[in-house]
């Protein structure tokens, strides 16, 4: 059979600030180990029993315009080839998503069993992932639509659940009803019964039954992402729907779209079906799962950075740079990043979003961005700050290029720390070397180059009356931007 990979990468992940911003998500934060959480999603499938998979696909992302490169980036890190990258114009849910994901996968003429995996889950037993998918992939490539259902191990009211229907046969069984987030007493009803378990939004879907059943659902979202999928753009490695339809789409998520209505009031269709998944599963929804599923110590903490603690018992503390010491404290986290520092009681962890609203109503730019900032070329990172000056520190990835600009507002004076830059000034390009410095006249057409085999690194000091990042006029980039 063919298995075709597919990652759900849109979302912002509010919950998870001040680590998590817009701009650079949680599912690119390396929360549960040394790789990011994408990265260790995309990995997953690798070692699939080939007695069940005929071949295994390079993996489709759908994600976000604004971290295309970050996401393609992460894959070359790790090794991964994408089979497509989907780049959804605005954020319409998972229904959507997955549909333009359907198109895809079908637009060279193949049916692939797609399985569907958001990029923010951790799933710590992948052996018992992988048997779990080689369980569902004869059942979808049979036509039925399958999802995993997490096996609960408490009365959580934060997942909505599955009720298990007529057993299928090794493990799997049919889906008797999707019931939603329940209160604590049914919550603990459900985890009694043995008949429930968490529903994850994790799925294995053919890609023609999926669109067979949107037409059959939601024909308007079906027909709205197919004009867009028709009026396509191919950009580098990027695949851009038409924004104007795409906009135009209802926002649904796959479970209300589909699955909900296939097994409404416990009609048993036969179509939709569910395979157990033990394998210490999170989604990583809020800092306290973090520290539910992180190593903890004698004292019940988890710690990540520089950290020291004195008489601090059932925390999680989280450094990024700097030494954070906790003294007589108890049930808390603390996240540090270099622009933001959160403290909050880890049973409220949850209100985070208020954080979140507040800074957002207030137009604060700790929503959006670090104050490390990555581009498709490097990063820069700004390191000081006063009236009418900024001072940044910035890293050109070799072979990495600037667009050729102007600023209206400021001048620049960049000083190589290391490495080699190309420096188009104006009419004229030279080579700045370590130690050298140049300047950068207000209005002056300028672009940045590290033509050599190693990082270059930079201190660029700016001066002006306006210093935001929107005052660029760009005249050629070759990131499309």
Known sequence: MNVQPLILCGGSGTRMWPLSREQYPK???????????????????????????????????IGNEEYRFLMAEQLRQVGVAHGGMLLEPCGRNTAPALTLGALLARAGGDDPVLVIMPADHVIQDEAAFRAAVALAVPLADAGKLVTFGI????????????RVGQ????????????????????????????????NGGIFV??????????????????????????????????VRPDKAAFAACPSESIDYAVMEPLTAAGR??????????????????????LWEIGDKDAAGNVFKGDVLAVDTENSLVLTSGRLVATVGLQDVVVV?????????????IQKVKEVVGQLKAAGRSETNAHRKVHRPWG?????????????????????????????????????????TA???????????????????????????????????????????SYLGEDDIVRFEDRYGR
């Not at 024909?219 to 950009?235: N, S, V």
């Not at 540090?336 to 049973?347: F, G, H, N, Q, S």
């Not at 410095?437 to 300028?446: D, F, N, Q, W």
Request: glycine fraction near 8%.
């Open 27 to 61: 599912q690119l934060l390396n929360l549960a180990g040394e790789l990011s959480m994408l990265q260790a999603t995309a990995l997953r499938l690798q070692g699939l029993p080939l007695s069940t998979v005929d071949r295994l696909n390079s993996p489709i992302l």
């Open 151 to 162: 096996c609960p191990t408490a009365p959580e009211t934060g997942y909505g659940y599955i």
């Open 167 to 198: 057993a299928l046969g090794e493990g799997a069984s049919l889906v008797e009803q999707f019931v939603e987030k329940p209160d604590q007493a049914t919550a603990q009803g459900y985890l009694d019964s043995g008949r429930y378990l968490w």
């Open 205 to 238: 879907i053919k890609a023609s039954v999926w669109l067979a059943k949107m037409a059959q659902c939601r024909p308007d979202i079906l027909a709205a992402c197919e004009a867009a999928f028709a009026g396509r753009q191919q950009d580098m490695d990027f």
């Open 268 to 289: 048993n269709s036969g179509e939709v079906a569910v395979v157990p998944l033990d394998a210490r599963w999170s989604d990583v929804g809020a800092w306290s799962a």
């Open 336 to 348: 540090e990043t270099p622009d933001a520092i959160l403290v909050a009681d880890r049973k409220q």
């Open 379 to 419: 990063w820069y990172d700004s390191i000081d700050c006063g009236a009418r000056f900024q001072v940044k520190r910035i890293v050109v990835n070799p072979g990495g290029v600037l667009s050729l600009q102007m600023h209206h507002h400021r001048a620049e004076h960049w000083i190589v720390v290391s490495g």
């Open 422 to 464: 190309r420096v188009t000034r104006g009419e004229e390009t030279f080579l700045v070397s370590e130690n050298e410095s140049t300047y950068i006249p207000l209005g002056t057409t300028h672009r940045l180059e590290n033509p050599g085999k190693l990082p270059l690194e930079m201190i660029e000091v700016q001066s002006g």
